[in-house]
Nanobody, 128 residues
Framework: VQLVESGGGVVQAGGSLRLSCAAS????????MGWFRQTPGKERDFVAA????????FYTDSVKGRFTISRDNAKSTVYLQMNSLKPEDTAVYYC??????????????????????WGQGTQVTVSS
């Protein structure tokens, strides 16, 4: 299974970016997907997750109302639309693939141990 992120870059505070994660190697449409982010010296933090059919989504509190996770199963791609970006959103963003079709709640969705497949990451830098 391969997950390849794209769409990162440098943006001013208040701006927007859309991250994409293209999956290959397994039946993408059967599994939940997530986005995590990490800054140097810190643990990888949960950002958002989406169930196999897009019917359920979960977000960490700090991005609610600003970020939107979605997926296109026909393209085997998951997206993270990021609006109203803040300097504290600066991080390497990782796409992650679960072995479950959906999560039972935020605790399940946000646990890195619940994801088996990881992309290489894409850098997002928000300047003030």
């Amino acid at each position: 299974v391969q997950l390849v992120e794209s769409g990162g870059g440098v943006v001013q505070a208040g701006g927007s970016l859309r991250l994409s994660c293209a999956a290959s190697g397994r039946t993408f449409s059967a599994y939940a997907m997530g986005w995590f982010r990490q800054t140097p010296g810190k643990e990888r933090d949960f950002v958002a997750a989406v169930s196999w059919n897009g019917g359920s989504t979960f977000y960490t509190d700090s991005v609610k109302g600003r970020f939107t996770i979605s997926r296109d199963n026909a393209k085997s791609t998951v997206y993270l639309q990021m609006n109203s970006l803040k300097p504290e959103d600066t991080a390497v963003y990782y796409c992650a693939g679960s072995t479950r079709s959906t999560h039972t709640g935020l605790a399940s969705a946000s646990a890195p141990a619940g994801y088996t497949y990881w992309g290489q990451g894409t850098q997002v830098t928000v300047s003030s």
